[in-house]
């Protein structure tokens, strides 16, 4: 049985992505410092006889070894996102650190590291679609929600030197705009999911800016097989992969079709200003290009936004009904 670690497993994508594992029979080490997951996200498989969870930070170097040593592939998703309402030093610290430590403990054994990076990588770039083989646009360092873009361009760096140096096997996953059960309900978790609550509340839909910024949104299970082709792969090893949908929507337009799938009578806007994050920057258009995942691995992601965003509705309504503080204040 193979055996995988997986960082971040009490976040969104880390718990859909340890319940597949664990339905196609691996074993599961996972790892959490709870800081932005929930308990509530792996509840379902806590128990599962090839699961063990271990609630500690990936910054703290002893405390991975051990665990890392049973591992045959480490799958690192633990991160601190953009940082929009602060939290910039987390974000640089978390990404960094907590990296170094994964990629020091992966070399001790050649244990292979499945990296998840970010879309947010390819910056400003305005060359569409963009394919991994693209310029990573960065905007000034007085704008701090490049922080999180510049972490991970680091962590990308770091794997392929360790890879160089230490002969490690190092796969990188440039990820698009995850949604659907489990994700978090503040801004932390994107758009989609504060949308969902104000639409079911019948609030007005916060927009930031003019709403015309476009992202490609992905469903959770076409995120979390694309991250079981790279691990299962071996020609994704030294590789880096868009994994994302095409599908782009603005975002006034995705606030709409929510509204439409979950609210009553007319939508209503709340337009907040750039400014209100003091001095921000936003991302214009961030579409994929899918083919090298395609070539290589087989894999393209196939549910539709309005059918993703029908079952993540259906999740977001019943966790409310249970739950209404889940929605959470800020981020
Ligand atoms: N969700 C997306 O759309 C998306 C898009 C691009 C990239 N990614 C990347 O995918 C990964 C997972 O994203 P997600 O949406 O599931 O995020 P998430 O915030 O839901 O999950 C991340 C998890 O990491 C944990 N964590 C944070 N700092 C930690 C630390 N120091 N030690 C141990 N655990 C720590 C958090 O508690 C959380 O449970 C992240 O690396 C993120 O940058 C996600």
Redesign the pocket.
């Known amino acids: 049985m193979t055996t995988v670690l997986v960082?971040?497993?009490?976040?969104?994508?880390?718990s859909n992505l340890a319940q597949a594992l664990l339905n196609r029979n691996y074993r599961v080490i996972g790892?959490?410092?709870?800081?932005?997951?929930?308990r509530r996200n792996i509840a379902a498989f806590s128990d599962h006889p090839s699961f063990e969870f271990h609630a500690?930070?990936?910054?703290d170097g002893p405390l991975l070894d051990p665990l890392a040593a049973r591992a045959d592939v480490i799958i690192?998703?633990?991160?601190?996102?953009i940082p929009r309402y602060g939290h910039a030093l987390d974000t640089l610290q978390?990404n960094t650190h907590?990296m170094r430590n994964i990629l020091t403990t992966a070399a001790k054994n050649g244990t292979r590291v499945v990296f998840?990076?970010?879309?947010?990588v390819y910056g400003r770039n305005p060359d569409l679609p963009f394919h991994e083989g693209s310029d990573l646009w960065m905007g000034p360092s007085t704008v701090k929600r490049w922080a999180?873009a510049v972490s991970?361009i680091f962590d990308e760096h770091l794997c392929f030197a360790f890879q160089e140096e230490a002969a490690l096997p190092v796969t990188i996953l440039?990820?698009?705009?995850?949604?659907g059960p489990n994700?978090?309900l503040t801004w932390?978790?994107?758009p989609q999911s504060v949308f969902i609550t104000a639409a079911l509340r019948g609030e007005p839909m916060e927009i930031h800016g003019n709403g015309r910024q476009t992202r490609s949104f992905?469903y959770v299970s076409d995120?979390v097989e694309g991250i079981i082709r790279c691990t299962e792969d071996k020609h994704a090893v030294g590789e880096v992969f868009n994994i994302g949908s095409t599908e782009e929507i603005a975002i006034i337009d995705l606030a709409s079709l929510i509204w439409e799938l979950a609210g009553k009578g007319e939508p209503r806007f709340t337009m907040v200003s750039y400014r209100t994050f003091g001095k921000y920057e936003d991302v214009v258009r961030r579409i994929p290009d899918p083919g090298k995942a395609q070539r290589l691995l087989g894999f393209a992601p196939d549910v539709r936004l309005r059918d993703g965003l029908q079952k993540t509705i259906a999740w977001q309504r019943k966790l409310l009904a249970e739950d209404p503080a889940a929605a959470g204040g800020g981020e």
């Open positions: 960082t971040g497993v009490a976040g969104f994508i880390g790892i959490d410092n709870l800081s932005q997951g929930y500690i930070d990936v910054r690192h998703l633990a991160a601190f996102k978390v907590g998840a990076s970010t879309s947010d999180y991970k440039r990820l698009f705009g995850g949604y994700q978090n932390w978790g994107g992905t995120i």
